[in-house]
Nanobody
Framework: QVQLVESGGGLVQAGGSLRLSCAASGTFRRIDAMGWYRQAPGKERVLVAI??????NYADSVKGRFTISRDNAKNTVYLQMNSLKPEDTAVYYCRTVYASIDYRSSELWGQGTLVTVSS
């Protein structure tokens, strides 16, 4: 059994910063990719940032402001969010693609953490 636990969401003023964390626990062979997605009220869930095989990719809307990082020893991915804007308000979800004990590729989503940016 594998699970993801997210934390770090909250209320912040525009221009402020917030750091999200997502820790994977349980039994698995390895983590192949971890990423962050967000879903604003009434909108579809979209990709924010991902890290895989040593590379990172960001949505255009967050480039230069957000940084995704990973601590392999802790099986944890972080999203450092700086210069936050009201349009960043959303529920943020982490996602992992991992290899199970029998090397099968699997996917798991976190429970989501709410980020609210006030003007």
């Amino acid at each position: 059994q594998v699970q993801l636990v997210e934390s770090g969401g909250g209320l912040v003023q525009a221009g402020g910063s917030l750091r999200l964390s997502c820790a994977a626990s349980g039994t698995f062979r390895r983590i192949d990719a971890m990423g962050w997605y967000r879903q604003a009220p009434g909108k579809e869930r979209v990709l924010v940032a991902i890290t895989s095989a040593g590379s990172t990719n960001y949505a255009d809307s967050v480039k230069g402001r957000f940084t995704i990082s990973r601590d392999n020893a802790k099986n944890t991915v972080y999203l450092q969010m700086n210069s936050l804007k009201p349009e960043d308000t959303a529920v943020y979800y982490c996602r992992t693609v991992y290899a199970s004990i029998d090397y099968r590729s699997s996917e798991l989503w976190g429970q989501g953490t709410l980020v609210t940016v006030s003007s």
